[in-house]
């Protein structure tokens, strides 16, 4: 029986579209592939994910591999581009109803320390029973470390819980994309769970 439901943030709970995120500072295609190739494909966005790397350094990391000009604009899309996210369609329903049948719903995301204050000030975040950031552990989903965390918070010795990682919901999103969360570590450690992969042909990871 499933007791408890983790959702991850990114195209789960919000959208995180980057195109959105450089359309409104950036002129052309070639900017937004310059600017964004600087903050989000990179290494340096990884180790903030993780904790490692702060918010000064992230940004430092970001003008140090762009050409001076690009920097204005560089700087604007770092300082907005959470604003940008939005909640998904559809997503506080399905919250709502998986409560009403008394299961506990939990956040598990690979998330920079910004995201923090994020979580404080948006309404859905109020309809979790927890989460876990992988910013403010400093670790990285799918590390076993980080699903004993999530173990702890949801404070059992063994629970079956429902995974729902990137692209879940078909009326959330028509695309399919790999799962990161790890059904074998979770069983490995005594949570026994599955997770969706490709939830418009209705195939599930089983551990």
């Given at each position: 029986m499933i007791k408890n439901i983790i959702l991850d943030m990114?195209?789960?709970?919000?959208?995180f579209d980057i195109d959105d995120m450089l359309t409104p500072y950036c002129d052309s295609e070639e900017e937004k592939k310059i600017v964004g190739g600087a903050l989000f494909y990179t290494k340096e966005w990884l180790l903030a994910d993780e904790g490692i790397l702060d918010e000064a350094g992230l940004l430092s990391a970001m003008l140090s591999k762009?050409?001076?000009?690009?920097?204005?604009?560089a700087k604007?899309?770092?300082?907005?581009?959470?604003?940008?996210?939005?909640?998904?369609?559809?997503?506080?329903?399905f919250i709502m109803s998986q409560k009403q049948k008394g299961r506990k719903i939990?956040?598990?995301?690979?998330?920079?320390?910004?995201?923090?204050?994020?979580f404080?000030?948006?309404?859905?975040?109020?309809?979790?029973?927890?989460?876990?950031?992988?910013a403010a552990e400093k670790v990285l989903n799918?590390?076993?470390?980080?699903?004993?965390?999530?173990?702890y918070i949801l404070g059992v010795v063994f629970v079956a819980i429902l995974l729902f990682e990137?692209?879940?919901f078909a009326i959330l999103s028509s695309f399919t994309s790999f799962c990161s969360f790890d059904c074998s570590i979770c069983c490995s450690i005594g949570m026994f769970s599955w997770a969706?992969?490709?939830?418009?042909?209705g195939k599930y990871q089983f551990g």
């Open positions: 990114g195209k789960v709970v919000n959208t762009l050409p001076a000009e690009y920097n204005k604009k604007v899309v770092f300082d907005n581009w959470d604003n940008y996210m939005r909640e998904n369609d559809g997503v506080r329903d939990y956040l598990l995301s690979n998330a920079s320390i910004r995201l923090v204050d994020y404080e000030t948006k309404s859905i975040f109020r309809l979790f029973d927890g989460y876990v950031c992988s799918p590390d076993e470390r980080i699903y004993k965390i999530l173990k990137t692209a879940v969706f992969i490709e939830p418009a042909e």
